[in-house]
């Protein structure tokens, strides 16, 4: 999850008091989306099989919420902390690879 | 406003418009956004010739509703340029959901407003009706009186609104057809001195500034939007102690004295009235003719109604036995209109305060003649000597 900790680090603390915040809600960094975790409001997992992946990247394409893990041009899995499960990927894999299905969460 | 005279020879005629839309000319915004509307619209069409004459340096961006319009000046101020629209009545009224982004993102937007009556049924003329519908959107309100008024107060409101302690969006009125097209005398800056008096925008977070990357508009849930609202509070303080800055400074450059209001005869005065704008000149007359016959008359004229200058207000009206606040919009709570809500509520505080009376007057463009304000004295006079008051509310010359 290198991609992920590369980020720099969101000024606005939770604690933060009216006097410190920067005025009108802006938040003064980029990429401040990776730190709010979405994941949480999955309620179907995509599972992925390294052994039948050919990291052809059509996943990575289609995933709206930026959750397909690439490393060196191959598929490395799935960011389960922000993929909100809506499938899209396992629909767009291949249907002769057949790489991700869908389990329902907690089952 | 105190003048130092100059002489009249220095001095062009200029409908309250042309004087605004010169006004901008000076200022020569980076953006212009805006919507035609009765009685405002020939201020945005003599700007436009300037734009379009190459006067100044301005992008118009001509919406297709004032909702867009106003929409349009928040990304351009927030990107980091000086952004500016002008508008009225209904204009302001389908704004008035973007409104609440300008004051709610912190953006220093200058709008001047021309004071008209709002629908149903329809009207054109003036009252201020659309303004004080708009008077909780987080906006500084300032209020002319005539057209050098709104000439000054427009150069001044972008200090004001970009100071470094306030950041908040100002809207600068004027009379609609009263003032926006009746012709005077006044005395404009020279280009340069406007253009150093207001000096560049320095944007907090400009939009523009690519390697330093913000969100604006983000969600704000239970966590911080209250934080964010406390900030807005503390901005319109700090914009009552900016505006006098800005005026002292405005002195220098044009001899003209500005504060929070102005008074006329208050010092001694038994009855005093407190009016805004247009409506102030007429009973500056009524006051001088009524001094004559030995009555001691006075006026009080606020120039800024957002934020709310509470304490000064009272300080100055609390000694006065019989005071008549005068409002031109009826907020039709059944207690009068919001001017008078407000300075009777700044009052609440002070053992001794006046009797207080408000009339609604003026809606819809109702003439209001020297003989108007003078039966409000008249009123007044016998409040004051029979300390019998009334009807709270009153509706000036409105046919029974
Ligand atoms: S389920 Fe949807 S969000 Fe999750 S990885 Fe697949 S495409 Fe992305
Ligand atoms: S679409 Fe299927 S095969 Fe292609 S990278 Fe994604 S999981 Fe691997």
Redesign the interface.
């Given at each position: 999850m290198s991609e992920v900790t590369q980020q720099k680090a969101n000024p606005?603390r939770?604690d933060?008091?009216?006097k410190e915040?920067?005025?009108?809600?802006?938040?003064?960094?980029?990429?401040?989306a990776r730190a709010f975790k979405t994941g949480g409001w999955r309620s179907n997992r995509p599972i992925w099989d390294s052994e039948k992946c050919i990291s052809c990247m059509t996943c990575w394409i289609y995933c709206p919420d930026m959750s397909i893990l690439v490393e060196d041009g191959k598929m490395i899995g799935i960011d389960y902390d922000h993929c909100k499960g809506c499938g899209i990927c396992a629909e767009v894999c291949p249907p002769r690879v057949k790489a991700i299905t869908m389990k329902p969460e907690g089952v | 406003m105190a003048v130092q005279r100059r002489s009249p020879a220095e001095s062009v005629a200029m409908t309250g418009n042309e004087a605004v839309a010169d006004a901008m000319r000076q200022i020569n915004p980076d953006v212009v956004a805006a919507y035609p509307i009765t009685p405002a619209t020939e201020i945005v069409q003599i700007f436009s010739a300037y734009a379009a004459d190459g006067r100044v340096d301005t992008e118009m961006v001509l919406a297709e509703s004032e909702h867009s319009a106003m929409s349009a000046t928040i990304g351009a101020s927030a990107a980091g340029a000086r952004a500016m629209t002008a508008t009225s009545s209904q204009g302001l009224l389908l704004m008035h959901e973007m409104l609440y982004v300008a004051s709610g993102a912190r953006q220093p937007i200058v709008m001047p407003v021309v004071n008209r009556a709002v629908s149903a049924p329809l009207n054109i003329h003036c009252d201020h009706s659309d303004t004080m519908g708009s008077r909780d959107a987080g906006w500084i309100q300032i209020y002319s009186e005539n057209a050098q008024e709104a000439y000054d107060n427009l150069i001044q409101a972008i200090r004001i609104a970009e100071h470094p302690n306030v950041q908040l969006p100002c809207m600068v009125m004027m009379d609609g057809f009263i003032i926006s097209h009746g012709m005077e005398n006044l005395f404009t800056l020279p280009d340069e001195t406007v253009k150093e008096f207001i000096g560049e925008r320095k944007p907090l977070y400009p939009l523009l500034d690519v390697d330093n990357p913000v969100t604006f508009g983000p969600v704000d849930f239970t966590d911080f939007y209250f934080e964010h609202k406390r900030q807005q509070f503390e901005a319109m303080l700090e914009a009552k102690k900016a505006i006098l800055e800005v005026a002292a400074e405005f002195e220098k450059i044009s001899g003209h004295r500005y504060g929070l209001f102005e008074t006329y005869q208050l010092d001694d005065a038994e009855m005093a009235i407190v009016v805004m704008s247009s409506a102030a000149g007429t009973s500056r007359y009524v006051i001088d003719r009524l001094r004559r016959q030995g009555l001691k008359v006075g006026m009080l004229k606020p120039r800024v109604f957002r934020p709310f200058p509470a304490e000064e207000l009272a300080e100055a009206l609390k000694d006065i036995p019989v005071v008549a606040v005068m409002d031109r919009s009826d907020s039709f709570s059944g207690q009068g209109g919001p001017l008078f809500a407000e300075i009777r509520a700044a009052l609440y505080e002070y053992d001794k305060r006046p009797i207080m009376v408000n009339y609604i007057y003026g809606l819809g463009g109702r003439d209001v003649r020297v003989e108007s304000i003078e039966s409000v004295y008249r009123d007044l006079d016998i409040i004051r000597r029979t300390g019998v008051v009334g009807p709270r509310v009153r509706h000036l010359d409105v046919r029974e």
């Open positions: 606005i939770p933060a008091g009216w915040l920067p005025w009108g809600g802006i938040i003064p960094v980029g990429g401040t | -």
